[in-house]
């Protein structure tokens, strides 16, 4: 059945497939020949935001005419593109030579409480899901096998959104979930069409599967035996999320990395390697001066429509080399580190140290019974801990957080725990462990 899902998906998306087959030929190459390609690409794509939109015009024209002209210009020569960048010049960063009738208006999730815009075609969006198709062979799944989708994201799971309902569903072989608020009766329900449906990969955001995994474990519901492996995105993906999530579904889980506005930076292999996608993007990995963390830029190799080059998009992570930089899968792609955070989930300290996100999974670690937490600086003194617990914490375990944030963070750092039933997701269904907003 699954090989008759493909024929037809390949006849109603002949560009997506199109595109999946110049993606599976690309990663045939060496690891030489793909870092030859990602060259000739950034030089390509840089010359061309140069002559093709209004803000790299002037951003890049004046470095560009004091070259010689075959004189490459060194992309770590290029300023840095800052979200803010994009908000104030959305309309400069859209090419030229754009069918203005012909794109569209995307925005991100907002994680910050500030969604960003960013331009769109169709054409982007079949590259997109290409690049995702590539992403689950990585698994063994093949075209055409049935994927179900948890979603956070409301506009995503409606008609026109990334995993929208249609008629199509059947023939792209692929069912989606809104994952944006549920109770135990749905999580009831989603067990039974998992066993009904029985699908080869499940996707989603980690928080969700998180939470269901949970509930599957606690329930002893049993797993179909198709499954062969979980993909979690659109959140950082901790380690003892990933021992739930195998231990619930009874396979592999692989972390996938990417935003709205680039897709398909990188995602793990069976071996449990980030494989960053160098045919789809430039990735560079700066030290902070002030901490340990090192901050990601990331230029799209493959975005005419709206050029993003040098986007500072956030997140925390690290390049391989040397030794570290191979992978026994045999895929030429190289390799990166994820880090934990998003530049606003450092804690600050009136000491002036920088807290990293993980010290707070550290310190709850030891207590089961809290299931889901966000810790919020809302001053540079000051730390609120929401929790979600089952039963409640004994004062005494209360005593022992506020001992050790005063020991590790700052002996003048205040700390408020809060128990709720819930704790509210970001607008585009997240959720978020540490927010600061002491920058």
């Known amino acids: 059945m699954h090989l008759l899902r493909h024929w037809l998906h390949r006849r109603l998306r002949a560009?997506?497939?199109?595109?999946l087959d110049l993606l599976l030929h690309t990663q045939s190459l060496?690891?030489?020949?793909?870092?030859?390609?990602?060259?000739q690409d950034v030089a390509d794509i840089v010359s061309y935001a140069a002559r093709n939109t209004t803000y790299y015009a002037e951003k890049f024209a004046p470095l560009m005419n004091n070259r010689v002209a075959e004189e490459a210009v060194p992309l770590g020569a290029l300023p840095i593109l800052s979200k803010e960048d994009v908000r104030g010049r959305l309309d400069d960063l859209l090419a030229n030579d754009a069918d203005r009738s012909q794109v569209k208006l995307g925005h991100t999730g907002g994680s910050t409480g500030q969604p960003l815009g960013f331009w769109y075609d169709d054409a982007k969006h079949e590259l997109m899901r290409a690049g995702m198709c590539r992403s689950y062979m990585m698994a063994g799944w093949q075209p055409g096998e049935k994927i179900l989708n948890f979603w956070g994201a409301r506009q995503d799971t409606q008609i026109g959104g990334v995993f929208g309902a249609g008629w199509s569903d059947f023939i792209a072989a692929e069912k989606t979930i809104a994952a944006f608020e549920y109770t135990e009766q749905q999580m009831h329900e989603w067990s039974a069409f998992v066993r009904s449906y029985q699908p080869v990969l499940l996707q989603g955001y980690a928080s969700v599967l998180t939470e269901f995994a949970r509930f599957v474990i606690a329930t002893r519901q049993v797993m179909p035996k198709t499954l062969r492996g979980v993909f979690s995105t659109a959140e950082v993906l901790g380690s003892w999320q990933r021992e739930l999530i195998e231990r619930a579904f009874g396979c592999k889980v692989f972390n996938q990395y990417g935003s709205r506005e680039i897709p398909n930076i990188a995602c793990e292999c069976r071996h449990g390697r980030m494989h960053v996608f160098t045919d789809m993007v430039y990735l560079e990995s700066l030290a902070e001066d002030a901490d340990d963390t090192t901050r990601l830029l990331v230029t799209s190799l493959t975005n005419r429509l709206m050029p993003f080059i040098r986007y500072d998009i956030?997140?925390?992570?690290?390049?391989?080399a040397g030794e570290e930089n191979q992978c026994d899968c045999g895929s030429p792609f190289p390799l990166m580190e994820m880090g934990m955070c998003r530049h606003n989930d450092l804690i600050r300290t009136p000491g002036g140290k920088r807290i990293h996100p993980s010290y707070f999974n550290r310190l709850l670690a030891h207590l089961p019974q809290i299931r889901q937490y966000q810790c919020i600086q809302n001053a540079?003194?000051?730390l609120t801990l929401i929790m979600v617990a089952s039963p409640p914490l004994p004062p005494e375990s209360i005593d022992t957080l506020r001992m050790h944030i005063a020991k590790d963070i700052d002996a003048g750092m205040q700390l408020e725990i809060s128990c709720v039933d819930e704790i509210p997701r970001t607008a585009s269904g997240k959720h978020r462990y540490v927010i600061s907003h002491c920058h």
């Open 30 to 39: 060496s690891r030489q020949e793909i870092l030859r390609k990602q060259k």
């Open 380 to 382: 540079i003194d000051k």
């Open 314 to 320: 956030g997140d925390s992570g690290r390049l391989l």
């Open 15 to 19: 560009k997506r497939f199109a595109l």
